[in-house]
């Protein structure tokens, strides 16, 4: 299995730009996890999905941010406008089962909003 | 309010020096997991422990869940550059999915 797989790993963009981030979880697996990752704040949940349902979205910062799962392969998360605080790395992350299971990472997709 | 607290943040030591970091809470967790994370690349798991003064060795590392379940340790025995890293732990509970994540601790072993 190939893995979580994120892209871009880069995105540089400009204020008020729409920012688009996509995953592809790990085949079978049945929740979906998208974080943010800053060293200031470290790790944070932004949304969960569960069977592409989401289920917690308590960590989305603003209405600027979206999450959608059409299916089961994909999942995007868009920031709509962006804006400079925004900078960080984004995780995708998947998971089978229960809230004792690993999750498995992507490799991140660094944003820089200028 | 569940917090995690990990420390230290940061260390640096000698190659073939022992460590121990730490992951502490006034909250009960039902298990708690390791991940270490590589410049540029996602955190990946190495272990997850379950029960109450569980001890589990993978190699050189050595992880053990307190025995009332609210902190855990991560002792390395002769460390080796390869184990540079950040190492994050996050605890689960059974009443909700979330994970709560420790701040990391960056840990650099020099040659």
């Known amino acids: 299995d190939a893995g979580v797989i994120q892209s871009p790993r880069h995105e540089v963009t400009e204020m008020g730009q729409e920012v688009t981030l996509r995953c592809k979880p790990i085949s079978g697996h049945d929740y979906l996890f998208w974080y943010r990752q800053t060293m200031m704040r470290g790790l944070e949940l932004l949304i969960y999905f569960n069977n592409n349902v989401p289920i917690d979205d308590s960590g989305m910062p603003e209405d600027r941010f979206s999450a959608k799962m059409p299916n089961a392969s994909f999942s995007t998360l868009k920031i709509q406008p962006s804006e400079p605080r925004d900078s960080a790395v984004y995780f995708c992350?998947?998971?089978?089962?229960?809230?004792?299971?690993?999750?498995?990472f992507g490799n991140g997709t660094r944003l820089t909003v200028t | 309010t569940q917090l995690l607290e990990q420390s230290p943040q940061f260390l640096s030591i000698q190659e073939g020096e022992n460590l121990t970091v730490y992951c502490n809470s006034s909250?009960?967790?039902?298990?708690l997991q390791w991940y270490r994370q590589e410049p540029g690349e996602g955190p990946v798991l190495l272990v997850t422990v379950v029960t109450g003064g569980e001890v589990k060795k993978l190699k050189r590392l050595t992880f053990q869940f307190g025995d009332a379940r609210k902190d855990s340790s991560l002792h390395i025995t002769a460390a080796q550059p390869g184990d540079t890293g950040l190492y994050l732990c996050a605890g689960a509970t059974d009443s909700n999915y979330q994970l709560i994540w420790g701040a990391g601790t960056k840990l650099i072993i020099k040659p």
């Open positions: 909250s009960v967790f039902s298990s």
């Open positions: 992350a998947s998971s089978l089962g229960a809230s004792h299971s690993p999750l498995h």
